[in-house]
């Protein structure tokens, strides 16, 4: 079995003490020089770290360290607190188990120094974060205030803790930092007014003397120069290394990191200024007429000072000093002070202010570091309490303290020696007991109920009558005579009468760590701790917010005539508390032991380090360890931790656990004496094999996390490979598809080529064969039609031939029978010309005869009569045949039979003329007057603009309707038909075009015989009448357009506002009209109708042009009419064409 460790490897003598061969004081002694000799402070007895105070400082406290022995097993490297330290906070952090420190050893062996080490080291290892930061800052920052309000150099140690301290680290679930809670013990409150011989009060002291600013020196009516305070020893100030003006600063930051407040801190100083000026309050006696003896304040600049800086009424505290009242029941009596009263007095004032303010700065200081909000999960407590002390003079305080070591002793013995043993007979371990002292009775003939020192004292100082510390000594030597641990002169024990080196005022008590001679003298005051209440009560008065807060008891309304607690119960109680505590918690032992006596580095005094182990009990911790086991566990975690070393019990086993154990242990390769199996717990030996166990734990977690690791891996890349697959096969059908379509498409194309290559082919084929075939077809048919042609021009020629000669036949035929014809002809012709002759000379002769016939009885008249009768009848039937040829009755009629007779030319047309007129006279007879006039009045109308202007002929047909609006129907118009005093002959709508744009605006126009009106087309209200006889001329234009002036006669009063510019649709029928109004009235002029393009007219005193042009036609063929300057308006007129 193979174990890398370095607490084998090159170990300077044994680093583990149960591992020394031959064991015994000497070897052990030995063991511990060598090892301090070569600057190897710390040895383990199993895991109790022994640390040895070098007395100067090490290169083994650096960050490197720290990281060197941060997460690594107990027996991994050589010796050191950062192990233990380490050991304790991972199994808080992984185990779940509160852990305890427990620093014990003498004054000065380094147990203030253990404890910072522990703390900065968990401080270092824990969980980072602002938050977590500040809260270790801020519990390593707790540490120099207490030092320096709790410290003060004994002749044993310069930096001696004057008070318990046990502090709790409070951590949450992930092993980081909440905060932490500090209960303090007793404080050594009687240095506060007097120190022994080579030895300082408290560092705050000088610290603040020393450090604090001029300024803030005056401000605290303070002098920098010790000598000018009592309470101050002279002799031993200043102490080697130790700078108070640097440590004062290093106080008031930490204070600040902590979380006091600026005015806190300056409270704080000024009671510990006030502690001062009370110091040099001074007495004198004063004798008093009635005999009694009273005490005086020799200088009262102190007082007065005083009482500024607390804020105190000097008058009360003055006579607090002077008077003590006591209070019984309804009683209260008023009694002097003399001198040494007076001085009691002070002193219990100066130390009780200055204790209640340490417990203040205590509560203060936990107030900062309390865990905010976050559940608690596990607990450290690390205790460093004040060291077993031995003095010259050994008061109430070193009884206190070295009782307080006691208990830890006990402690240290219940757990580790006492508790070891009979843990082992528990579990049917085979164990051979080991002797060792067991201090319980010690403790006993201190805190025992009945008996015990501190219940005789308390009992003295409770009992009435006189109580002195003889009669507290008489008790004890009665009481306490026979125990063994106890020795007094007066005592029954007669072994002790003639020991002179146990003075009559003493006692001595054997204590563990050696014989301590108590002076009786103080025990009943320094237990009683009176403060009288006229004191308590003038603080209270102060005006000072803290020392109010010390002294609640001066309240007046709150007088409690109870007793208060004794010094000596309240410490009992408390270190009771500690210790219930402690054994709740899985305890950490560091050792401290002291090498020399003279605070100096390289010395080690045998003797007093051989006295140190041996009432240390460190040789019977070895014996224990070394017979015992070195590690021990109960079946079930044991087994939960181990299983997977054995394929056996890994992953589960299902019997007992104890079973799983042995079946474990069994199989692996440990030497069966290495191991017991206890009733619950398995017992190992050595600490090797519990090391090689968690090295091959430490392994098979590891093949574990890789095996995990692989299957994990594993299944995430088979996962990985199926989701490939599967997009491989998506794929791969994709692109499959993707090719077999681009091959098919290319096979399809290709196909295509193909077949339309063969079809090509084909139908080429099948065209050539056509083509062939209709080649031959035409081939045929034009041989064919050759041959018929052939056959058709031979029959052609041979018919041509036929007809050219039927022809032939014909015209000669033809010839012949014209000839034949012609000469028939002319046989007729002659025929008929001698007929004819014969006929004409028969009828001329039949005339001749006939004349000479009837010449006999007409002669004179026939030929006229003949002539007469022959015209009359031509004339007879032409008359009757025109009768039955005559026209139609319609005067537009223009036929007319033709003439029938030369001679009747003249008859003919003046007939024809005849029946025109009396046709028309017909047509006219069927009209009424009054289409008469319409057409008198279209007639003139023709007359007026036939052949002048273009719009005339667009007016034929359209009917002259005169009243367009049917003015006198119109309900609208009824109003204008009454004011129109003449009948209307014609109302229309006209557009009055305006002079200025010429834009048009509809009016009415209405026309009566003697005047023409315009009118407001909505409202009917004639805007302007004109006499007819004002009007001198109508211009229009020549063109298609409606536009019409009516120019008016010039200084009439209608032409005031000039012409008219007018246009109507009914232009012809309007101007028709008013011109006719001027032919029918014979007083009036002939108006002038002037047809021109371009006329003037008289708009109020000019003369406009209004000239028309042809324009293109747009927006529907309308007439547009634009004013082009002042003197000129264009009508442009759409041509008509
Ligand atoms: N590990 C260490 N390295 C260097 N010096 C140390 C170490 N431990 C202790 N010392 C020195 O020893 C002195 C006394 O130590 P410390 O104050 O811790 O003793 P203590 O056991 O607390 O005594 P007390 O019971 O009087 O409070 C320290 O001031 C310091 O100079
Ligand atoms: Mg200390």
């Given at each position: 079995?193979?174990?890398?460790?370095?607490?084998?490897?090159?170990?300077?003598?044994?680093?583990?003490?149960?591992?020394?061969?031959?064991?015994?004081e000497d070897s052990f002694l030995e063991n511990l020089k060598n090892r301090f000799e070569h600057n190897e402070i710390y040895t383990y007895i199993g895991s109790v770290v022994?640390?040895?105070?070098?007395?100067?400082?090490?290169?083994?406290?650096?960050?490197?360290?720290?990281?060197?022995?941060?997460?690594?097993?107990?027996?991994?490297?050589?010796?050191?607190?950062?192990?233990?330290?380490?050991?304790?906070?991972?199994?808080?952090?992984?185990?779940?188990?509160?852990?305890?420190?427990?620093?014990?050893?003498?004054?000065?062996?380094?147990?203030?120094?253990?404890?910072?080490?522990?703390?900065?080291?968990?401080?270092?290892?824990?969980?980072?974060?602002?938050?977590?930061?500040?809260?270790?800052?801020?519990?390593?920052?707790?540490?120099?205030?207490?030092?320096?309000?709790?410290?003060?150099?004994?002749?044993?140690?310069?930096?001696?803790?004057?008070?318990?301290?046990?502090?709790?680290?409070?951590?949450?679930?992930?092993?980081?930092?909440?905060?932490?809670?500090?209960?303090?013990?007793?404080?050594?409150?009687?240095?506060?007014?007097?120190?022994?011989?080579?030895?300082?009060?408290?560092?705050?002291?000088?610290?603040?003397?020393?450090?604090?600013?001029?300024?803030?020196?005056?401000?605290?009516?303070?002098?920098?120069?010790?000598?000018?305070?009592?309470?101050?020893?002279?002799?031993?100030?200043?102490?080697?290394?130790?700078?108070?003006?640097?440590?004062?600063?290093?106080?008031?930051?930490?204070?600040?990191?902590?979380?006091?407040?600026?005015?806190?801190?300056?409270?704080?100083?000024?009671?510990?200024?006030?502690?001062?000026?009370?110091?040099?309050?001074?007495?004198?006696?004063?004798?008093?007429?009635?005999?009694?003896?009273?005490?005086?304040?020799?200088?009262?600049?102190?007082?007065?000072?005083?009482?500024?800086?607390?804020?105190?009424?000097?008058?009360?505290?003055?006579?607090?000093?002077?008077?003590?009242?006591?209070?019984?029941?309804?009683?209260?009596?008023?009694?002097?002070?003399?001198?040494?009263?007076?001085?009691?007095?002070?002193?219990?004032?100066?130390?009780?202010?200055?204790?209640?303010?340490?417990?203040?700065?205590?509560?203060?200081?936990?107030?900062?570091?309390?865990?905010?909000?976050?559940?608690?999960?596990?607990?450290?407590?690390?205790?460093?309490?004040?060291?077993?002390?031995?003095?010259?003079?050994?008061?109430?305080?070193?009884?206190?303290?070295?009782?307080?070591?006691?208990?830890?002793?006990?402690?240290?013995?219940?757990?580790?020696?006492?508790?070891?043993?009979?843990?082992?007979?528990?579990?049917?371990?085979?164990?051979?007991?080991?002797?060792?002292?067991?201090?319980?009775?010690?403790?006993?003939?201190?805190?025992?109920?009945?008996?015990?020192?501190?219940?005789?004292?308390?009992?003295?100082?409770?009992?009435?009558?006189?109580?002195?510390?003889?009669?507290?000594?008489?008790?004890?030597?009665?009481?306490?005579?026979?125990?063994?641990?106890?020795?007094?002169?007066?005592?029954?024990?007669?072994?002790?009468?003639?020991?002179?080196?146990?003075?009559?005022?003493?006692?001595?008590?054997?204590?563990?760590?050696?014989?301590?001679?108590?002076?009786?003298?103080?025990?009943?005051?320094?237990?009683?701790?009176?403060?009288?209440?006229?004191?308590?009560?003038?603080?209270?008065?102060?005006?000072?917010?803290?020392?109010?807060?010390?002294?609640?008891?001066?309240?007046?309304?709150?007088?409690?005539?109870?007793?208060?607690?004794?010094?000596?119960?309240?410490?009992?109680?408390?270190?009771?508390?500690?210790?219930?505590?402690?054994?709740?918690?899985?305890?950490?032992?560091?050792?401290?032991?002291?090498?020399?006596?003279?605070?100096?580095?390289?010395?080690?005094?045998?003797?007093?380090?051989?006295?140190?182990?041996?009432?240390?009990?460190?040789?019977?911790?070895?014996?224990?360890?070394?017979?015992?086991?070195?590690?021990?566990?109960?079946?079930?975690?044991?087994?939960?931790?181990?299983?997977?070393?054995?394929?056996?019990?890994?992953?589960?086993?299902?019997?007992?656990?104890?079973?799983?154990?042995?079946?474990?242990?069994?199989?692996?390769?440990?030497?069966?004496?290495?191991?017991?199996?206890?009733?619950?717990?398995?017992?190992?030996?050595?600490?090797?094999?519990?090391?090689?166990?968690?090295?091959?734990?430490?392994?098979?977690?590891?093949?574990?996390?890789?095996?995990?690791?692989?299957?994990?891996?594993?299944?995430?890349?088979?996962?990985?490979?199926?989701?490939?697959?599967?997009?491989?096969?998506?794929?791969?059908?994709?692109?499959?598809?993707?090719?077999?379509?681009?091959?098919?498409?290319?096979?399809?194309?290709?196909?295509?080529?193909?077949?339309?290559?063969?079809?090509?082919?084909?139908?080429?084929?099948?065209?050539?064969?056509?083509?062939?075939?209709?080649?031959?077809?035409?081939?045929?048919?034009?041989?064919?039609?050759?041959?018929?042609?052939?056959?058709?021009?031979?029959?052609?020629?041979?018919?041509?031939?036929?007809?050219?000669?039927?022809?032939?036949?014909?015209?000669?035929?033809?010839?012949?029978?014209?000839?034949?014809?012609?000469?028939?002809?002319?046989?007729?012709?002659?025929?008929?010309?001698?007929?004819?002759?014969?006929?004409?000379?028969?009828?001329?002769?039949?005339?001749?005869?006939?004349?000479?016939?009837?010449?006999?009885?007409?002669?004179?008249?026939?030929?006229?009569?003949?002539?007469?009768?022959?015209?009359?009848?031509?004339?007879?039937?032409?008359?009757?045949?025109?009768?039955?040829?005559?026209?139609?009755?319609?005067?537009?009629?223009?036929?007319?039979?033709?003439?029938?007779?030369?001679?009747?030319?003249?008859?003919?047309?003046?007939?024809?003329?005849?029946?025109?007129?009396?046709?028309?006279?017909?047509?006219?007879?069927?009209?009424?007057?009054?289409?008469?006039?319409?057409?008198?009045?279209?007639?003139?109308?023709?007359?007026?603009?036939?052949?002048?202007?273009?719009?005339?002929?667009?007016?034929?047909?359209?009917?002259?309707?005169?009243?367009?609006?049917?003015?006198?129907?119109?309900?609208?118009?009824?109003?204008?038909?009454?004011?129109?005093?003449?009948?209307?002959?014609?109302?229309?709508?006209?557009?009055?075009?305006?002079?200025?744009?010429?834009?048009?605006?509809?009016r009415l126009f209405l026309l009566t015989k003697n005047s023409v009106v315009l009118a407001d087309q909505k409202t009917g209200q004639v805007k302007a009448s004109v006499p007819?006889?004002?009007?001198?001329?109508?211009?229009?234009?020549?063109?298609?357009?409606?536009?019409?002036?009516?120019?008016?006669?010039?200084?009439?009063?209608?032409?005031?506002?000039?012409?008219?510019?007018?246009?109507?649709?009914?232009?012809?029928?309007?101007?028709?009209?008013?011109?006719?109004?001027?032919?029918?009235?014979?007083?009036?002029?002939?108006?002038?109708?002037?047809?021109?393009?371009?006329?003037?007219?008289?708009?109020?005193?000019?003369?406009?042009?209004?000239?028309?042009?042809?324009?293109?036609?747009?927006?529907?063929?309308?007439?547009?009419?634009?004013?082009?300057?002042?003197?000129?308006?264009?009508?442009?007129?759409?041509?008509?064409?």
């Amino acid at each position: 079995m193979e174990v890398k460790t370095s607490l084998l490897d090159n170990m300077i003598g044994v680093g583990d003490m149960v591992l020394l061969e031959p064991l015994s004081e000497d070897s052990f002694l030995e063991n511990l020089k060598n090892r301090f000799e070569h600057n190897e402070i710390y040895t383990y007895i199993g895991s109790v770290v022994i640390s040895m105070n070098p007395y100067r400082s090490l290169p083994i406290f650096t960050p490197e360290k720290v990281e060197e022995y941060r997460n690594r097993n107990f027996y991994e490297l050589s010796p050191h607190i950062y192990a233990l330290a380490d050991e304790a906070y991972r199994s808080l952090r992984d185990q779940d188990k509160d852990q305890c420190i427990l620093i014990t050893g003498e004054s000065g062996a380094g147990k203030t120094e253990a404890s910072k080490l522990v703390m900065s080291y968990v401080a270092a290892v824990c969980g980072k974060g602002q938050e977590v930061n500040k809260v270790k800052e801020q519990l390593l920052q707790s540490n120099p205030v207490l030092e320096a309000f709790g410290n003060a150099k004994t002749v044993r140690n310069d930096n001696s803790s004057r008070f318990g301290k046990y502090m709790d680290i409070e951590f949450d679930f992930k092993g980081d930092p909440l905060g932490g809670v500090i209960s303090n013990y007793l404080l050594e409150k009687s240095r506060v007014v007097k120190q022994p011989r080579g030895e300082r009060n408290f560092h705050v002291f000088y610290q603040l003397l020393s450090g604090a600013s001029d300024e803030s020196l005056k401000k605290l009516k303070l002098h920098r120069d010790f000598s000018k305070y009592n309470y101050l020893s002279l002799d031993s100030a200043a102490v080697n290394g130790l700078d108070d003006a640097a440590n004062f600063r290093t106080v008031r930051n930490a204070m600040q990191i902590v979380g006091f407040m600026e005015d806190e801190v300056q409270s704080v100083m000024e009671l510990v200024a006030a502690v001062l000026k009370l110091g040099n309050i001074e007495f004198k006696p004063d004798s008093r007429s009635n005999g009694s003896d009273e005490s005086r304040i020799k200088d009262k600049n102190d007082l007065k000072e005083m009482c500024e800086l607390l804020g105190i009424e000097q008058s009360v505290l003055e006579r607090a000093f002077s008077y003590r009242t006591v209070e019984a029941k309804l009683e209260k009596v008023s009694t002097t002070l003399n001198v040494a009263q007076a001085y009691y007095a002070r002193d219990a004032l100066a130390k009780n202010l200055y204790s209640r303010l340490f417990s203040w700065l205590v509560t203060r200081i936990n107030e900062s570091i309390k865990a905010q909000g976050k559940t608690r999960h596990k607990v450290m407590g690390v205790l460093d309490i004040y060291g077993f002390e031995i003095f010259e003079d050994n008061s109430f305080e070193q009884f206190i303290i070295n009782y307080c070591n006691e208990k830890l002793q006990q402690i240290f013995i219940e757990l580790t020696l006492r508790e070891e043993q009979e843990e082992y007979i528990r579990e049917g371990i085979e164990w051979t007991n080991i002797e060792y002292f067991n201090n319980a009775v010690i403790c006993d003939l201190i805190e025992n109920n009945q008996n015990g020192i501190l219940a005789m004292l308390d009992e003295e100082c409770l009992r009435p009558g006189t109580v002195t510390d003889e009669t507290f000594l008489d008790k004890l030597n009665t009481i306490c005579a026979e125990h063994l641990h106890f020795e007094s002169r007066l005592s029954k024990n007669s072994k002790f009468l003639t020991d002179h080196s146990l003075p009559h005022s003493c006692f001595r008590i054997q204590h563990y760590a050696g014989k301590v001679l108590y002076r009786a003298e103080g025990f009943v005051d320094k237990n009683n701790d009176l403060l009288y209440r006229d004191l308590s009560q003038a603080m209270y008065k102060a005006n000072h917010k803290l020392i109010k807060q010390l002294f609640p008891e001066g309240n007046p309304a709150k007088v409690n005539l109870k007793r208060p607690l004794t010094a000596g119960f309240q410490f009992k109680a408390s270190v009771g508390t500690l210790m219930r505590n402690l054994q709740t918690k899985n305890p950490n032992y560091i050792r401290c032991i002291k090498p020399n006596d003279k605070k100096a580095s390289h010395i080690f005094t045998d003797s007093l380090v051989r006295h140190q182990l041996r009432y240390l009990g460190l040789m019977e911790n070895v014996r224990v360890r070394r017979a015992g086991y070195a590690f021990r566990q109960p079946y079930e975690p044991c087994l939960e931790r181990y299983k997977m070393l054995c394929k056996r019990t890994w992953p589960h086993w299902l019997g007992p656990a104890r079973e799983g154990v042995e079946v474990l242990m069994s199989d692996l390769p440990v030497p069966a004496e290495e191991f017991s199996f206890g009733r619950s717990k398995i017992f190992i030996r050595n600490p090797r094999t519990l090391f090689f166990l968690e090295e091959r734990r430490r392994q098979c977690l590891q093949d574990l996390a890789t095996l995990i690791q692989k299957i994990y891996r594993g299944w995430k890349c088979r996962g990985h490979f199926l989701l490939l697959k599967k997009s491989q096969i998506v794929v791969s059908a994709w692109y499959r598809r993707y090719a077999q379509q681009k091959k098919y498409q290319k096979i399809k194309s290709a196909t295509t080529v193909v077949q339309s290559y063969t079809r090509g082919w084909q139908a080429r084929k099948l065209l050539r064969e056509l083509k062939y075939q209709k080649r031959c077809v035409e081939a045929v048919t034009t041989i064919s039609a050759f041959w018929h042609g052939t056959q058709a021009r031979m029959e052609l020629r041979r018919l041509k031939q036929e007809v050219r000669n039927k022809h032939a036949v014909t015209v000669i035929w033809a010839y012949w029978q014209g000839t034949k014809a012609r000469r028939e002809l002319r046989r007729l012709k002659e025929e008929a010309r001698r007929k004819h002759a014969v006929a004409v000379i028969w009828a001329y002769w039949q005339g001749l005869k006939i004349r000479r016939e009837y010449r006999k009885f007409f002669r004179a008249n026939a030929g006229k009569k003949i002539y007469d009768f022959t015209i009359q009848r031509i004339m007879q039937k032409y008359f009757l045949g025109l009768k039955s040829t005559l026209p139609s009755m319609s005067p537009i009629d223009k036929n007319w039979p033709a003439r029938p007779y030369l001679f009747l030319g003249g008859v003919h047309s003046e007939l024809r003329r005849i029946f025109h007129l009396w046709r028309c006279k017909k047509y006219r007879s069927q009209f009424t007057e009054e289409k008469k006039a319409v057409y008198e009045e279209k007639l003139e109308a023709s007359e007026l603009f036939k052949d002048k202007k273009a719009l005339y002929p667009s007016s034929v047909s359209q009917p002259f309707k005169g009243d367009y609006l049917e003015i006198n129907k119109n309900p609208k118009y009824q109003k204008l038909s009454i004011a129109m005093e003449d009948k209307v002959l014609l109302a229309d709508v006209v557009n009055k075009i305006n002079r200025a744009n010429g834009k048009g605006t509809a009016r009415l126009f209405l026309l009566t015989k003697n005047s023409v009106v315009l009118a407001d087309q909505k409202t009917g209200q004639v805007k302007a009448s004109v006499p007819l006889p004002d009007l001198t001329s109508v211009s229009v234009s020549t063109q298609s357009d409606g536009f019409f002036a009516l120019k008016l006669k010039e200084g009439s009063a209608s032409a005031v506002k000039g012409d008219f510019l007018l246009s109507s649709e009914h232009l012809i029928e309007i101007i028709t009209k008013i011109h006719r109004m001027g032919t029918t009235a014979a007083d009036r002029e002939q108006l002038d109708i002037d047809i021109s393009d371009e006329f003037l007219v008289q708009f109020k005193h000019d003369k406009v042009c209004v000239k028309f042009i042809q324009g293109v036609p747009k927006n529907g063929n309308s007439v547009s009419c634009k004013r082009k300057n002042n003197r000129l308006l264009e009508v442009s007129v759409p041509s008509t064409a």
